[in-house]
């Protein structure tokens, strides 16, 4: 496997290399889902800290020992995590809960990981295993280091399947259970393209799937993907995480080397220690978790503004069946607040700031005040 790995980064890439390439790397890609992800459950090694989900969304902390992780904890936090000069200070996952605007959000104070903590090393899998159950997950770096710890924690994070800042490709991929033996022809009737691929071809994807044998499936391609990326579909298990790169001791670089990290895609500087750009930090996991804050009102009564629900954006009224089932309509209400009704007026209403009869398939949006009525 070490040799197909040298062939796969040192091979030119041609149109007559690059099937052969992608063959590889979907051979790769299997051996290594099956080292890091046995068949059998029973052991411990993809299993995660035994910590609970909870509050509205989940946040991992992932870095190096000695990075600031549980000083952030402690500091957004009312959680207090050990902290100390030396390394692996923290060994287990310890959860604080940030309150933002009624929110509440759960973040995982998890143990400093090392090179080689993919395949095993010090607590590496449970760490990664944890992360993968996180909305978002801060990646934390020391920014007097070099960026050659922000490189090895991706590949880390890479190698046991959780992409950052990424998006699930728009492939269609589906099994079938009946059909003849055929594969060649299967695979060709039932593979199907609305764009150009300009960054692999149909033969190196043929031939990807007949080396996971999967020769009666239906593919549809809707994007110029990658081989990487398809192969990623074909495997399923891959979690598409966002990521914030937040780069903690801004206090002791230059202005300068300051400037140019805060200016980087998807990046965060702070200084734990003097407290320093906490809320922007805060305020940025927020975007990241694109979550829109829907409030309740009883009729007649005023809506409750200190604990609002939080759903996924593109949500719709109906949350869930048995929720609603017996409710006959809602009402998204465009304000009527006194105090308020500029600052909390339904956004998603036409009428705001009347009150809008609208189904259980409405989609909401931020600070909407919905009324629920059963007669």
């Known amino acids: 496997m070490l040799i197909w790995l040298s062939v796969v980064h040192i091979a030119q890439k041609n149109k007559a290399t690059e099937y052969h390439l992608g063959l590889l790397k979907a051979k790769l ?22 910590v609970q989900k909870s509050g509205d969304a989940r946040v991992a902390l992932i870095g190096f020992p000695s990075v600031g992780k549980s000083t952030l904890l402690s500091k957004c936090t009312h959680t207090v995590s050990e902290t100390a000069a030396y390394e692996f200070t923290t060994l287990t996952a310890i959860p604080g809960v940030i309150e933002y605007q009624g929110a509440r959000i759960q973040l995982l104070d998890l143990p400093g990981i090392v090179e080689g903590a993919s395949q095993g090393r010090g607590r590496g899998r449970q760490v990664v295993a944890t992360a993968k159950t996180a909305d978002v997950i801060l990646i934390m770096l020391d920014a007097t280091k070099s960026e050659e710890q922000r490189r090895l924690l991706e590949i880390e994070l890479d190698a046991v399947g959780i992409r950052l800042n990424k998006k699930k490709p728009d492939v269609v991929f589906k099994r079938k259970t009946t059909g003849g033996d055929r594969a060649s022809q299967l695979i060709r009737r039932q593979l199907n393209t609305t764009v150009k691929l300009t960054k692999t071809d149909e033969k190196t994807i043929r031939t990807i799937l007949a080396s996971y044998k999967l020769h009666n499936c239906d593919v549809m391609i809707r994007e110029d993907i990658t081989t990487d990326e398809f192969i990623d579909v074909l495997i399923g298990t891959r979690k598409y995480i966002p990521c914030l790169y937040v780069y903690n001791k801004i206090d002791a670089i230059s202005l300068e080397q300051m400037d140019k ?11 734990c ?9 805060i ?17 007649g009564a005023h809506p409750d503004l200190a604990d609002p629900i939080c759903l996924r954006r593109g949500a719709t009224i109906e949350v869930g069946k048995r929720s609603w089932r017996m409710q006959r309509y809602p009402s ?20 705001s700031p009347h009150a809008q009869k609208v189904g259980l398939n409405h989609l909401v949006q931020d600070e909407d005040v919905v009324s629920i009525f059963t007669k």
Request: aromatic share 8%.
């Open 29 to 50: 890609a299997r051996y290594r889902a099956q080292l890091l992800e046995p068949a059998t459950k029973s052991g411990g090694a993809g299993t995660g800290f035994d």
């Open 332 to 351: 998204v209400v465009g304000g009527q607040l006194p105090l308020w009704s500029r600052l909390n007026r339904g956004k998603s209403s036409k009428f």
């Open 283 to 299: 305020e940025r996991i927020w975007e990241e978790l694109d979550l829109v804050k829907v409030y309740t009102k009883k009729r």
């Open 261 to 271: 990290l805060a200016r980087e895609d998807h990046t965060v500087v702070i200084s």
């Open 273 to 281: 220690e003097l407290g320093l750009n906490l809320d922007y930090l």
